[in-house]
């Protein structure tokens, strides 16, 4: 049964969406209007991939949650479905928080997600308490199980609050024909942890061990885990928040980062070896992945950050978009490896190719310029001469420029948006290492409109960031401090 509260948003989506038309970037997910946040249920259903997200269709600000709804044969092209689920049980009153979808033995399409509710405690302070449920539904309607929640506080392992208590992450094991989920929690030490849930049907769930915790050493509360393996080994990727710099690994604030290792199934011990950032951008939070028929492990996220979120454009009506999916794998060295979904390349147009240009001051290039585009600049030193630094600007005319530096020396890259054309105070400036191979670096970039997605060296960093600039600033130049020799191959996308 459709309740009101949902086909109130659902008629709202019809009505207003089409107004967003044309704010929209051209390949990455928004809400049909309105606010999003965090990607949700992410996964494969009856051959096509869906992608839920946190959803407050009326406003460009976050509000109490609904889930949003799209799907898609091929990341690229998204289309529209109605409003999933809104706030309109007992166990959701106030918000139905991030999780995760699977497609049941028996066909059928389980959400798994935070229910919310907020009680007042007898010093007058709101307490929210947060619980899991579950729904499930044929791929655009969804029931609201009456037994909800399917895991509330007597769940908790010692220490655990369910004041902190979220976004459940759920799989199939085709083995042992049941259930897993991970779930975020706050411990008694006041970080974040990983509790790891199995059940046989989805409905009564068995606490099994906690898979990972903070310690206090990543962040705090972690947010948004998933968990899976991938070129044999096993990854965890969490959402701290309020983390504390270190180097240029991390930086302060939200950050987003894998925990890579092993996992022994059998005693469900998860040995952590290798922790990284996932990307060292500005704007990317809270990703969850899938797994493709094919075997392709793909990273979806929120292409936003908390602390940007009152980075409203005046008269926009939708805030708020999904980062490009991208294909995951992990290295020998446990280092996690990210670039953007193969199926990208099928939508390639036009293609402009320049090989061993040598500059060594600014200079445009012909047919390379662009605001939704896939270009690939290979810098290599020009013989022994000894450059100080490379730079691709962006998005650029007479006021507006956005830059992308490397610096041999220090082996950096740069992403500096402080003339991106926002009017905001925030961080517009990140800087982080790179790897170059025999002093060579490889740029990807990816541009829709608003948006700057660059892939260093094959996906070995990647670095995520917004841009305000108006679309009519779509120059490129290519910069040179000292002599390089470029290799640039740009495509203009076709979607
Ligand atoms: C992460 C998050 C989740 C929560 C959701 C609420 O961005 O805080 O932990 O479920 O957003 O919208």
Same mark, same amino acid.
């Given at each position: 049964?459709?309740?009101?509260?949902?086909?109130?948003?659902?008629?709202?989506?019809?009505?207003? $969406?089409?107004?967003?038309?044309?704010?929209?970037? /051209? %390949?990455?997910?928004?809400?049909?209007?309105? @606010?999003?946040?965090?990607?949700?249920? *992410?996964?494969? #259903?009856?051959?096509? =991939?869906?992608?839920? *997200?946190?959803?407050?269709?009326?406003?460009?600000?976050?509000?109490? $949650?609904?889930?949003?709804?799209?799907?898609?044969?091929?990341?690229?092209?998204?289309?529209?479905?109605?409003?999933?689920?809104?706030?309109?049980?007992?166990?959701?009153?106030?918000?139905?928080?991030?999780?995760? !979808?699977?497609?049941?033995?028996?066909?059928?399409?389980?959400?798994?997600?935070?229910?919310?509710?907020?009680?007042?405690?007898?010093?007058?302070?709101?307490?929210?308490?947060?619980?899991?449920?579950?729904? +499930?539904?044929?791929?655009?309607?969804?029931?609201?199980?009456?037994?909800?929640?399917?895991?509330?506080?007597?769940?908790?392992?010692?220490?655990?609050?369910?004041?902190?208590?979220?976004?459940?992450?759920?799989?199939?094991?085709?083995?042992?024909?049941?259930?897993?989920? /991970?779930?975020?929690?706050?411990?008694?030490?006041?970080?974040?942890?990983?509790?790891?849930?199995?059940?046989?049907?989805?409905?009564? @769930?068995? *606490?099994?061990?906690?898979?990972?915790?903070?310690?206090?050493? =990543?962040?705090?509360?972690?947010?948004?885990?998933?968990?899976?393996?991938?070129?044999?080994?096993? !990854?965890?990727? /969490?959402?701290?928040?309020?983390?504390?710099?270190?180097?240029?690994?991390?930086?302060?604030?939200?950050? /987003?980062?894998?925990?890579?290792?092993?996992?022994?199934?059998?005693?469900?011990?998860?040995?952590?070896?290798?922790?990284?950032?996932?990307?060292?951008?500005?704007?990317? #939070?809270?990703?969850?992945?899938?797994?493709?028929?094919?075997?392709?492990?793909? $990273?979806?996220?929120?292409?936003?950050?908390?602390?940007?979120?009152?980075?409203? &454009?005046?008269?926009?009506?939708? *805030?708020?978009? $999904?980062?490009?999916?991208?294909?995951?794998?992990?290295?020998?060295?446990?280092?996690?490896?990210?670039?953007?979904?193969?199926?990208?390349?099928?939508?390639?147009?036009?293609?402009?190719?320049?090989?061993?240009?040598?500059?060594?001051?600014?200079?445009?290039?012909?047919?390379?310029?662009?605001?939704?585009?896939?270009?690939?600049?290979?810098?290599?030193?020009?013989?022994?001469? &000894?450059?100080?630094? %490379?730079?691709?600007?962006?998005?650029?005319?007479?006021?507006?420029?956005? &830059?992308?530096?490397?610096?041999?020396?220090?082996?950096?890259?740069? +992403?500096?948006?402080?003339?991106?054309?926002?009017?905001?105070? +925030?961080?517009?400036?990140?800087? %982080?290492?790179?790897?170059?191979?025999?002093?060579?670096?490889?740029?990807?970039?990816?541009?829709?409109?608003?948006?700057?997605?660059?892939?260093?060296?094959?996906?070995?960093?990647?670095?995520?960031?917004?841009?305000? !600039?108006?679309?009519?600033?779509?120059?490129?130049?290519?910069?040179?401090?000292?002599?390089?020799?470029?290799?640039?191959?740009? =495509?203009?996308?076709?979607?």
């Amino acid at each position: 049964m459709t309740s009101e509260k949902l086909q109130q948003a659902r008629d709202f989506e019809q009505q207003y $969406m089409h107004y967003a038309n044309k704010e929209r970037p /051209v %390949f990455h997910v928004t809400g049909a209007i309105g @606010w999003v946040n965090d990607p949700n249920g *992410f996964s494969v #259903y009856k051959n096509e =991939y869906h992608l839920f *997200f946190q959803y407050h269709p009326y406003k460009t600000v976050w509000g109490p $949650m609904h889930w949003g709804h799209v799907k898609t044969k091929d990341f690229i092209k998204w289309e529209y479905l109605p409003c999933a689920i809104a706030p309109d049980t007992d166990a959701d009153p106030d918000g139905c928080f991030s999780g995760s !979808a699977v497609e049941m033995p028996d066909g059928r399409q389980l959400l798994m997600y935070t229910g919310v509710y907020h009680i007042r405690r007898v010093d007058g302070i709101i307490d929210e308490i947060q619980h899991q449920c579950i729904a +499930i539904g044929n791929g655009v309607d969804y029931e609201k199980y009456e037994g909800n929640p399917v895991l509330d506080a007597s769940d908790l392992p010692q220490g655990a609050s369910n004041l902190d208590f979220r976004d459940p992450k759920i799989w199939y094991d085709a083995e042992e024909k049941c259930y897993y989920a /991970v779930v975020g929690n706050r411990p008694a030490d006041g970080s974040g942890s990983v509790l790891l849930y199995r059940s046989e049907d989805a409905y009564k @769930w068995q *606490f099994i061990t906690i898979l990972d915790a903070c310690y206090n050493e =990543y962040g705090k509360m972690w947010e948004c885990p998933d968990f899976f393996n991938l070129d044999g080994k096993s !990854a965890i990727l /969490v959402s701290p928040q309020e983390m504390t710099p270190l180097g240029l690994e991390f930086h302060a604030g939200y950050g /987003v980062i894998a925990l890579v290792g092993d996992y022994d199934k059998k005693n469900h011990k998860f040995d952590r070896q290798h922790v990284q950032s996932i990307d060292y951008g500005i704007d990317f #939070y809270a990703p969850q992945t899938l797994e493709t028929p094919d075997g392709r492990r793909i $990273m979806i996220a929120w292409m936003q950050n908390w602390t940007t979120t009152n980075c409203q &454009v005046q008269g926009i009506r939708i *805030f708020g978009s $999904m980062t490009l999916p991208r294909e995951l794998n992990i290295r020998e060295d446990g280092r996690l490896i990210q670039n953007p979904v193969r199926e990208l390349a099928n939508y390639h147009g036009r293609k402009v190719f320049y090989e061993n240009l040598v500059i060594s001051r600014e200079c445009n290039l012909n047919g390379v310029k662009g605001r939704v585009l896939d270009m690939t600049v290979h810098v290599c030193p020009s013989g022994d001469t &000894v450059y100080n630094c %490379f730079k691709l600007n962006l998005a650029k005319d007479g006021e507006h420029c956005t &830059v992308i530096r490397y610096k041999p020396d220090s082996s950096t890259v740069r +992403i500096d948006r402080t003339r991106c054309g926002g009017r905001f105070d +925030i961080v517009h400036v990140r800087d %982080f290492l790179v790897t170059p191979k025999n002093g060579e670096i490889k740029l990807r970039v990816i541009m829709d409109r608003f948006s700057v997605e660059l892939f260093v060296n094959d996906g070995e960093q990647a670095a995520t960031f917004r841009l305000y !600039a108006p679309e009519t600033a779509d120059s490129i130049s290519f910069e040179s401090d000292g002599q390089v020799v470029l290799d640039v191959e740009k =495509y203009e996308l076709n979607i």
